[in-house]
């Protein structure tokens, strides 16, 4: 018996199946290489149209390997379209060590190399919902993580929305985000206290819009609310001044709590003249108010649906950092303007980090220091997000 599986070349056809698998002696599977998915595009289970977007096989480490799959199901009634869902799951199994079976077969014994692979555990890494009827459309998800940061410190967490539209009636969207983690070293004994060591955190943010607005002052309406609360956990939101866009970072930091509160407003009965986001966010660490932070952002001819349409588009930032035992009191932020009135009138600042931009303000205020500088970006300072990250504003 060789001390090594023979090279067989093989070939196998499964219809309405297409595939193929990536080997290297030195690196194992190839994941770039290694796929699977039905031959068309969709397959039929009870009536329903089921599609296996992804498959692969890739190392879990050790002798796991992990093969992985991502489902769809649409739904359907005649040509209405219902709605579907998906799911992404690895199948994690440990494969028999060669050595010990090509030592079992020199000793005359029988074995199954398909018997030896052990099925370890099946592990969800997202699962994504949405459903559209006349009066009501709903989409959500939930992701599941489990990272490891450069020092090997364990980041696990849950990370879930659903975004419900109401179309009857005067038109109400209402979104719900919802995040659970730990993080830390998993202590070793039964019983134990949470601590900077491991700790458990979350956040909860609602928000709703309501598309006709509710009269507040004259010519101005409410069009929507937002609210966060959280623990253990800070929000590093999008920096517009840097080039960032979408939704905020979340970081786990142990002892604090932050408060999110903002509104939606804008012209009546049109929210497309003008409409505006103003958000207040506070956060606590170990009792005491750590930093304050004021969001606006205002939109001139684009309606709240399609904001990126506005004529006149401005961000503004202001954060004001509380006094402890490693800085004194200051404050900062930045009012970034962009203007497209085309082709009458287009903002074409050299460094920019908005599109058509025309106006970029920095300014500072500390114990001794203070500055405003007006024009393209190139002063640096200090951001404080929580109560220890920091970023630099600038370039």
Same mark, same amino acid.
């Given at each position: 018996?060789?001390?090594?599986?023979?090279?067989?070349?093989?070939?196998?056809?499964?219809?309405?199946?297409?595939?193929?698998?990536?080997?290297?002696?030195?690196?194992?599977?190839?994941?770039?290489?290694?796929?699977?998915?039905?031959?068309?595009?969709?397959?039929?289970?009870?009536?329903?149209?089921?599609?296996?977007?992804?498959?692969?096989?890739?190392?879990?480490?050790?002798?796991?390997?992990?093969?992985?799959?991502?489902?769809?199901?649409?739904?359907?009634?005649?040509?209405?379209?219902?709605?579907?869902?998906?799911?992404?799951?690895?199948?994690?199994?440990?494969?028999?060590? $060669?050595?010990?079976?090509?030592?079992?077969?020199?000793?005359?014994?029988?074995?199954?190399?398909?018997?030896?692979?052990?099925?370890?555990?099946?592990v969800f890494d997202s699962i994504g919902i949405n459903a559209h009827t006349g009066a009501v459309d709903i989409d959500g998800y939930i992701v599941f993580f489990n990272e490891t940061n450069d020092v090997g410190v364990r980041n696990k967490y849950i990370k879930g929305e659903v975004h419900v539209v109401v179309n009857a009636g005067v038109g109400v969207e209402g979104r719900l985000m919802l995040l659970f983690g730990t993080y830390g070293t998993v202590p070793t004994t039964e019983t134990f206290t949470f601590n900077e060591s491991f700790y458990p955190y979350w956040y909860v943010e609602g928000q709703i819009i309501i598309s006709q607005g509710i009269p507040i002052a004259t010519g101005i309406g409410l069009y929507g609310l937002i609210g966060g609360v959280g623990k253990n956990v800070s929000q590093q939101p999008a920096n517009p001044a840097l080039g960032e866009f979408g939704p905020p970072t979340f970081v786990p930091d142990y002892g604090t709590v932050?408060?999110?509160f903002g509104v939606t407003f804008g012209t009546l009965p049109d929210a497309e003249p003008f409409n505006a986001d103003f958000i207040f966010t506070g956060v606590?660490?170990?009792?005491? $108010?750590?930093?304050?932070?004021?969001?606006?952002?205002?939109?001139?001819?684009?309606?709240?649906?399609?904001?990126?349409?506005?004529?006149?588009?401005?961000?503004?930032?202001?954060t004001l950092l509380m006094p402890n035992a490693s800085r004194s009191f200051s404050m900062q932020g930045f009012i970034l303007?962009?203007?497209?009135?085309?082709?009458?009138?287009?903002?074409?600042?050299?460094?920019?980090?908005?599109?058509?931009?025309?106006?970029?303000?920095?300014?500072?205020?500390?114990?001794?220091?203070?500055?405003?500088?007006?024009?393209?970006?190139?002063?640096?300072?200090?951001?404080?997000?929580?109560?220890?990250?920091?970023?630099?504003?600038?370039?």
């Open positions: 018996m060789p001390d090594a599986l023979p090279y067989l070349p093989a070939a196998v056809q499964i219809p309405g199946i297409t595939f193929s698998i990536g080997y290297d002696s030195n690196e194992g599977i190839l994941d770039e290489f290694t796929h699977i998915a039905f031959a068309s595009a969709q397959k039929n289970i009870s009536g329903f149209a089921i599609s296996l977007d992804e498959f692969g096989l890739s190392s879990a480490g050790g002798n796991e390997v992990a093969a992985l799959f991502d489902v769809s199901i649409q739904l359907s009634e005649g040509e209405e379209d219902l709605g579907g869902a998906g799911v992404q799951f690895r199948i994690i199994s440990e494969l028999p060590d $060669l050595q010990e079976i090509l030592a079992v077969r020199r000793a005359g014994q029988a074995v199954s190399l398909i018997k030896s692979i052990k099925l370890k555990r099946l932050q408060l999110k606590i660490n170990s009792g005491g $108010l750590d930093l304050i932070t004021i969001t606006g952002n205002g939109y001139v001819m684009a309606p709240i649906a399609d904001r990126e349409s506005a004529k006149v588009t401005i961000m503004s930032d202001l303007v962009a203007v497209n009135v085309d082709p009458i009138l287009r903002g074409n600042m050299d460094g920019g980090t908005l599109t058509n931009q025309m106006v970029r303000a920095d300014f500072y205020a500390g114990e001794d220091t203070w500055f405003f500088y007006m024009g393209k970006p190139r002063m640096e300072y200090t951001r404080w997000i929580g109560s220890k990250g920091k970023r630099i504003i600038g370039s």
